[in-house]
């Protein structure tokens, strides 16, 4: 079945950093992937739908500019949390899906702390 | 505005019983609906779905039974298991929406032994 890797699974970082996250579909080209970010509990907000080869679509309140997406290959989309701060601590999950009938698959999560 | 909805936060069921976990929908262009189970620091896993032209899909334990008059759908998982406890998700999408998901803010079922 369709695999989708996230890395890293857990990072801490300071305040004005940056943050990468990456999302890797083993097995299958994705097209789109999606990132999602999800508060204690709380749903799975959709941030952005990441596009190979073209710019990322950001859902409504989400600042581009700081969650910076890149799609360049079909196996690869990573999130970049730039100079981070406290309110940027959330847990951070990315999706692909072969096909929409066959559910889409999340990669395991990554927790963001920063201090 | 919250386009699923998961209104009940939490369940509680004795093993060997069935759960019956429920959601609403309000926009009527959702054609296709997911049921994904999650353990807390983990992404979620996909359960089983429904496209809008059936009413009922089943698959093992799991059954997802869907209302569209009533925007309603409910997975009953029968009989529970204490390893089936762990916050459930409903998501829908609709054709044309780049198949991006809507979650509801998931219900936490506790299955006792």
């Known amino acids: 079945g369709a695999v989708v890797s996230q890395h890293p699974s857990w990072v801490i970082c300071k305040s004005g950093t940056s943050v990468k996250i990456e999302c890797r579909s083993l097995d299958f080209q994705a097209t789109t992937m999606f990132w999602y970010r999800q508060f204690p509990k709380q749903s799975l907000m959709l941030m952005a739908t990441?596009?190979?080869?073209?710019?990322?679509?950001?859902e409504q309140g989400v600042e581009k500019d700081k969650f910076l997406i890149n799609h360049a290959s079909l196996t690869l989309s990573t999130l970049t949390v730039t100079s981070a701060h406290p309110e940027d601590s959330s847990f951070y999950i990315c999706?692909?899906?072969?096909?929409?009938?066959?559910?889409?698959?999340f990669g395991s999560g990554t927790r963001l702390t920063v201090v | 505005d919250q386009q699923v909805k998961q209104n009940s936060p939490s369940l509680s069921v004795q093993e060997g019983r069935i759960s019956i976990l429920n959601c609403d929908y309000t926009?009527?262009?959702?054609?296709?609906f997911l049921w994904y189970k999650k353990y807390p620091a983990e992404g979620p896993t996909f359960l089983i779905s429904?496209?809008?032209?059936?009413d009922k899909n089943e698959d093992g334990r799991f059954t997802v039974f869907l209302n569209k008059s009533a925007k309603h759908l409910s997975l009953h998982i029968v009989p529970s298991q204490p390893g089936d406890s762990a916050v459930y998700f409903c998501a829908a999408s609709y054709t044309g929406a780049n198949s991006k998901l809507t979650f509801g803010k998931g219900i936490t079922l506790s299955v006792r032994p």
């Open positions: 990441s596009n190979e080869g073209s710019k990322a679509t950001y």
């Open positions: 999706s692909a899906s072969l096909e929409r009938s066959y559910g889409y698959t």
């Open positions: 429904i496209s809008s032209i059936k």
């Open positions: 926009n009527s262009m959702f054609d296709y």
